[in-house]
């Protein structure tokens, strides 16, 4: 064994009264409800677990087909199938309790009220903290909240008078000024935010003449849209004083870094699952080499250091 292992750095952050051990977390939608077989996700290394968004009642989701592969991309229109929250409260989320990391509850809603009231059964049960899906660009009744910082902050001020428990809210690419979305969430009790949601994208099928997906638009996810969501983080990490959550185009333990210079307490691996459902634990194991071989005892120490140029004007 050697003198100087990667294993004696420490990963561990707060994001608000929430300790993780480690800032890599999975993204919503990626990894089932987080309960598929834990050997091949290996989940016991995450940080946390966020679950696929649950919504106040089951929903079938959009009609196949779902997914178009793009140029180091995925298109999705998956629509939030689901079970309910009633459903899920009660039969998976306590198999979730036994996987290890914290469970963070991902929640959708058709109205401000929807979100509430799936707050209201959550705080009857255990879970770590609520991600309030208002970014999802796959639904008809548009649940695209974080699109206007006036819905965002009604969706947050509903759910913050129902719990305690450290509320995300997960925003939008797909807005002009992503800061003053999230301003709105935080001046409303939002404890921390999740940046981002897929962006709005689509495809044409050539010889069909008809778009790809039956919805015409989905939301545009993997290493295609990193140094966009790296862009959209760094804006609020530097503007806003909240933990925040990157997520986008996360595949490596060096692109994690990337997101973690620029400001990011923690980070979710989404899309990258899907060829390989161990690559957060892999990214997890990546961080203590890379950070071990900076010569970064503590990655709280090493959050936000992005060195910016003398010429950037702030
Ligand atoms: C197939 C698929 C399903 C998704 N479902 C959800 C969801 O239910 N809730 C949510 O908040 N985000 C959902 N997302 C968005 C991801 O959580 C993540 O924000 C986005 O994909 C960007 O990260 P990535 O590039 O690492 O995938 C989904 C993404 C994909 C690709």
Redesign the pocket.
């Known amino acids: 064994m050697s003198g100087h292992t990667a294993r004696e750095v420490d990963l561990s952050v707060d994001l608000g009264s929430l300790e993780l051990s480690n800032p890599v977390m999975s993204?919503?939608?990626?990894f089932g409800y987080g309960d598929e077989d834990p050997e091949l996700t290996q989940v016991r290394a995450l940080g946390a677990l966020?679950t696929?968004?649950v919504t106040l009642n089951p929903r079938a989701g959009n009609p196949p087909p779902?997914?178009c592969e793009t140029p180091a991309g995925?298109l999705?229109s998956?629509g939030?199938q689901n079970v309910g929250i009633q459903t899920f409260a009660r039969e998976i989320l306590p198999r979730l309790q036994d996987l290890g990391p914290p469970v963070i509850v991902?929640v959708?809603g058709s109205t401000a009220d929807d979100y509430a009231r799936c707050a209201e059964i959550l705080d009857r049960v255990e879970c770590a903290a609520l991600?309030l899906?208002i970014?999802?660009p796959n639904v008809a009744s548009g649940l695209e909240f974080s699109r206007s910082p006036a819905e965002a902050a009604k969706v947050v001020r509903g759910v913050r008078r129902r719990t305690k428990r450290p509320i995300f809210a997960?925003l939008s690419p797909n807005v002009t000024d992503i800061v003053a979305v999230g301003r709105a969430c935080v001046e409303e009790g939002a404890d921390g935010l999740?940046a981002?949601?897929?962006f709005l994208g689509m495809a044409v099928d050539v010889e069909r003449e008809q778009p790809v997906l039956p919805r015409v638009v989905g939301?545009l996810?993997?290493?295609a849209?990193?140094p966009l969501?790296l862009c959209r983080v760094w804006e609020l990490a530097r503007c806003l004083p909240c933990p925040v959550i990157g997520?986008?185009?996360?595949v490596t333990a060096r692109d994690a870094l990337e997101f973690l210079l620029a400001g990011a307490r923690a980070v979710?691996?989404?899309?990258?699952n899907?060829r390989e459902p161990a690559r957060g634990a892999k990214v997890v194991a990546g961080l203590r080499t890379l950070l071990d071989e900076k010569g970064v005892n503590r990655l709280r120490d090493f959050v936000g250091r992005l060195r910016l140029p003398p010429t950037e004007v702030s």
């Open positions: 993204a919503s939608g990626t966020v696929k968004t779902r997914l995925l999705n998956i939030l991902s959708g991600e899906n970014s999802c997960k999740v981002v949601n897929t939301g996810s993997g290493p849209i990193r969501a997520v986008g185009g996360i979710q691996i989404g899309t990258a899907f």
